[in-house]
């Protein structure tokens, strides 16, 4: 089974969140989304679009009065706030995006065909009905997937909604709060497209309403090559509406409602779905509701036209479990917070059977004073001063680089040689100045072929520079850093200890430079003096000391030592200042950039560790509650021997630390994985962060690899015998449920509580039996115990209540779990408790200020005529909507007077033609209509007997008058304004005529009965246009 996913929202937030999603809240496994599988409709120039109706004539047919959203964009930071509760608005974010939403699911749903290599995609479609994106949004994505998807066979769609939970802390703001009316809009909507409309016409077999095609390549989806024929035909394949309370009144938490939706996803798609055909026909049709023989509600004057779908569905589950996934993950919780703690502090106790969640008692300043060390990491004595090579280039010099002191050692006898071979005079010896000036140019010119400040100057100017001696030093150190990690020898900790005593060295060191250099400036400054004072002696030698050549080489020898010392000393002065710059941007390199990238290595084992520990402690927990019959995961195993056991597998420090090489082996290889696919140019412990730390690979790898080293482990200490992965459910329950009377009555108690979410109002049953119901038992097959399995099922099929139908389901997917699904079927929404609590918070939101401005938040668009309610109005209810199509029907006309001759009482007749075109009468009560009338009635209608006159009044009289009312607007002529002030005028005139005929009472409650009603029927004049 090929599946893709793909979440759609209008809150930035909410989407970035997406991309850490885990299970559990945030300490389960990683199902996080890909960019594919996120689509964002955060653009919201909604104010832009108000203003310029003739480049967006889309967003003008559906907005509404464009004056309430001046008040709206006051309210809110309209670009920040996503739907806002306003499902206009949800539907506003969405139509920019409408056109490209469908590019990305053809391209999805193509990508899906190609791999299975079948023309045919379930669409599953999820939505909260109680904010203003999803709840806005729904209707028009399901319309464009069956406007482009038109085979229903291939392409079924299946939608899921959650209602608005009660008491919701996002209801704000009492009874003005969108939060349930939402929810009522969104199924009257939902409802009314569904309704086939009866009428003939193109639209025939259509929805009642269809949304408007945000894409704007129609109106409202017709077919334009077949005559306006609606694109949207067998529309929906089912509807589950979920609450957050069951039958049973158990609340589930909301955050909770979409673990179960996702179970049963699943358990239909990979179980329900897979299984004979043939054999669980009546299961399939009732969740696909194919073959329903259930008719939608239909009006009580004619059947024909069709008010209230049936297409709805709930369901129920109960899962008995082995839990394996959460045992699964509770070992590798355990191993990899092992692995984490050596990667961190590396610190096992003598005596103990775990790595310790502190530092180890080490230290390093002994170790980073070793010359030996600080050769290994390029920053030794004769290294800082460039005695040494530090860079390649320099390492592979062609005259390999000496100490200073070794170098001019070296270089003396050429020089003096040079000077003692020059040609002289023996009354003008110059030799003597010869020899410094050799020395002078060695310094000068060719000390490693620049002279020693040049050199050393150059040198300087390349310490500015990148890739030269700091990162040279940096990558050493750090690429030997790293190489102590990988190979488990220092943790994080023992790194950062390193660090900070070696930074604490090189501070000692540089802090030195100073006295040093004062020394050798105060040794140049006496053998200066001294080389002055030969000077003047080799002036001075007379004819004998210039005879006796003895006594001038003793001179010129020891000249040449003192020039050797002055010389060596001046270079070791710049090689001093180098060290000394050196070491200070070493100092800052290691200490800004170095330590800042192990402390967030290290906070990112910090990080690891908690969430670990988080799912350690909330997974197998010793004192949670087992075997409630209420709880819908009843969970079916030993936690304490579990945590137990998995002690065990840890008790072997080489063990442990082989598993915590894996995990630095694979992060290493994801890393270096990451940037090579981003480019990235980062090195070690740098690299690490930025491709691994930050991207959550170090959580992922150690729940991967130490899930892998966990089952291994699990799988060798145990065998076959004494699994506590991989145990068949009927097995289990077969070692605890010997006594078959046991049995029986716990299979009648799993029954008995596998109730819907969803509570159902008895009394519209009308004395039926309610919705239909079938139960899925989705039951592991098990060789071993093949006879208690037998026994199992029947009792699974003997336990059902009155009308359920039971399906045992064979299967061998889960081998760990027996669940039980029920499905209930085939209703109108009235049946369910929750939309009548919703239809009532949806008239107080309406009643709250102006009811036009809390329909254009609450609706997807302006309905004229209203929608079909989803309720049947209560007793009195038609009675109470007559009045105002009472008053409309006289004013327009529609009615005549007569006598009935069997009872001598007066009647308004309404004369329609039926479908053959046959005159059908239908009888109003005269007393009402004669309130309207002037001059003033003789006789005064008891305020008792109007209301035993309006409470008598029928569904099917309230339907008939309204339609021919409906009809009569509807004419060419009422579209004149004059036409309809003529009628407004009218309505005043018998408003006037009440009073009157209530002897002018204004305090009578028939008078304020027709007030009102008169105050509806000028509105619905009005709204014409």
């Not at 791999?115 to 399901?142: D, E, P, R, Y």
């Not at 330590?595 to 988080?614: S, T």
């Not at 309006?950 to 099917?956: D, G, M, N």
């Amino acid at each position: 089974v090929q599946i893709k996913s793909l979440y759609v929202d209008s809150s930035r937030a909410d989407l970035a969140g997406s991309e850490s999603w885990r299970t559990q809240g945030d300490i389960g496994a990683d199902i996080s989304l890909d960019e594919e599988s996120r689509f964002s409709i955060t653009t919201n120039n909604l104010a832009q679009r108000l203003n310029d109706p003739e480049h967006n004539p889309i967003t003008h047919r559906y907005i509404g009065n464009p004056a309430y959203w001046g008040d709206i964009f006051s309210s809110m930071n309209i670009s920040e706030t996503a739907g806002g509760q306003m499902r206009r608005l949800g539907v506003a974010l969405f139509e920019p995006r409408a056109a490209s939403f469908m590019e990305h699911v053809t391209r999805m749903t193509k990508s899906l065909e190609e791999k299975s290599n079948q023309a045919q995609v379930a669409f599953h479609v999820f939505a909260g009905l109680a904010g203003g994106t999803g709840s806005g949004s729904f209707l028009h994505v399901i319309a464009q997937l069956r406007a482009l998807y038109r085979e229903s066979q291939q392409y079924p769609i299946y939608l899921y909604l959650l209602l608005p939970e009660p008491n919701s802390p996002w209801a704000r703001n009492g009874a003005a709060t969108n939060y349930y009316a939402n929810g009522y809009a969104a199924l009257e909507g939902l409802n009314a497209y569904l309704v086939s409309d009866s009428k003939e016409g193109a639209n025939k077999g259509g929805p009642l309403f269809a949304p408007i095609d945000l894409t704007g390549k129609t109106q409202r989806f017709e077919n334009r090559a077949r005559g306006g024929e609606t694109l949207l035909k067998d529309r929906l394949q089912g509807c589950f509406l979920v609450s957050s309370i069951n039958e049973q009144n158990r609340a589930l938490p909301v955050q909770e409602i979409p673990e179960l939706i996702a179970q049963l996803v699943y358990q239909r798609i990979f179980l329900i779905d897979r299984s004979m055909p043939d054999k669980h026909r009546a299961l399939r049709d009732a969740i696909s509701l194919e073959n329903l023989a259930t008719p939608d509600e239909s009006k009580k004057s004619n059947p024909n036209v069709k008010l209230r779908s049936v297409r709805f569905q709930s369901f129920g589950m109960k899962r008995v479990v082995i839990p394996e996934e959460e045992i699964r993950e509770h070992f590798s919780a355990q191993f990899a917070r092992q692995a984490a703690l050596q990667m961190r502090y590396n610190n096992w106790p003598e005596i103990g059977t775990e790595f310790l969640s502190e530092k180890r008692k080490v230290g390093f300043k002994e170790f980073v004073q070793k010359e030996d060390n600080r050769q290994l990491w390029k920053i030794s004595t004769a290294q800082v001063k460039l005695e040494a090579g530090i860079l390649d280039d320099e390492i592979k010099a062609k005259r390999a680089w000496k100490s200073v002191q070794q170098d001019w050692e070296d270089v003396v006898v050429h020089l003096k040689q040079a000077a003692w071979e020059y040609p002289h005079e023996s009354k003008k010896d110059v030799r003597l100045d010869i020899l410094q000036d050799e020395f002078q140019r060695r310094y000068a010119e060719t000390f490693r072929g620049l002279g020693v400040e040049n050199f050393y100057n150059t040198k300087l100017e390349d310490l500015g520079k990148p890739d030269r001696h700091i990162a040279e030093v940096r990558d050493t150190l750090e690429q030997w850093m790293l190489q102590e990690w990988e190979e488990g020898r220092l943790s994080a900790s023992d790194l950062e200890v390193l660090l900070d005593d070696l930074l604490e060295d090189l501070e000692s060191r540089l802090r030195n430079i100073p006295v040093t250099r004062d020394k050798l400036a105060e040794g140049e400054a006496l053998t200066t003096e001294k080389i002055a004072a030969n000077r003047d002696l080799w002036g001075q030698t007379g004819f004998f000391g210039r005879t006796f050549t003895s006594k001038r080489e003793n001179v010129f020898e020891e000249q040449s030592e003192l020039l050797r010392g002055l010389y060596e000393r001046r270079t070791l002065q710049m090689a001093w200042r180098f060290a000394e710059t050196f070491l200070a941007r070493l100092l800052a390199e290691l200490r800004d950039k170095l330590k800042p990238d192990l402390i967030e290595f290290r906070n990112g084992l910090d990080e690891a560790l908690r969430f670990f520990d988080g799912r350690i402690a909330h997974t197998v927990q010793a004192d949670e509650q087992q075997n409630d019959i209420q709880e819908n995961v009843i969970k079916f195993y030993e936690p304490v021997k579990v945590r137990k056991f998995v002690r065990t597998l840890l008790e072997k420090e080489q063990d442990q630390k082989t598993w915590a090489g894996d995990v630095r082996r694979r992060f290493l290889q994801v890393v270096t994985e990451n940037q090579r696919q981003s480019k990235g140019r980062e090195r070690y412990f740098s690299a690490l962060v930025a491709h691994g730390i930050r991207m959550g690979e170090l959580k992922r790898v150690l729940e991967d690899v130490s899930r892998h080293n966990s089952e291994i482990a699990h799988t060798n200490q145990t065998g076959e015998q004494g699994r506590l992965i991989g145990v068949n459910i009927v097995e289990k329950m077969a070692e605890q449920f010997s006594d078959d009377k046991r049995l029986q009555q716990y299979v009648l108690d799993l029954v008995r509580s596998a109730q819907t979410f969803m509570k159902y109002d008895a009394n519209e049953f009308g004395g039926g039996r309610g919705a239909e119901a079938v139960m899925a038992v989705l039951l592991p097959q098990c060789a071993d115990k093949a006879e208690f399995r037998k026994r199992l099922a029947e009792l699974f099929v003997r336990s059902q209540g009155d009308g359920v139908v039971p399906h045992v389901i064979d299967t061998n997917l889960r081998s760990n779990e027996i669940t039980l699904i029920t499905f209930k079927y085939a209703f109108p929404l009235r049946f369910l408790q929750p939309v009548h609590d919703l239809k009532e918070k949806y008239d107080g939101r309406l009643a709250q200020g102006s009811r036009e401005r809390a329909l254009l938040e609450v609706q997807i668009e302006d309905h004229k005529p209203e929608l079909p309610s989803l309720l049947r109005p209560p007793p009195g209810q038609p009675g109470k909507q007559i009045l105002p199509l009472l008053q409309l029907a006289t004013a327009l006309g529609l009615f005549s007077r007569g006598q009935n001759r069997q009872t001598g009482q007066w009647e308004r007749i309404l004369e329609l033609l039926d479908e053959y075109g046959i005159p059908q009468v239908h009888v109003y009560q005269d007393e009402l209509v004669t309130l309207l009338e002037s001059p003033k009635q003789a006789t005064t209608l008891e305020v008792g007997k109007l209301q035993e006159l309006l409470r008598v009044t029928t569904e099917a009289q309230l339907e008939i008058l309204q339609d021919a009312v409906e009809a009569a607007l509807n004419q060419e002529a009422y579209r004149i304004a004059t036409a309809r002030q003529v009628l407004v005028q009218a309505l005043q005139q018998q408003i006037l005529a009440v009073r009157d005929n209530r002897d002018g009472n204004i305090h009578d409650p028939i008078y304020h009965e027709f007030k009102e009603s008169t105050r509806i029927a000028i509105e619905r004049v009005n709204s014409i246009f």
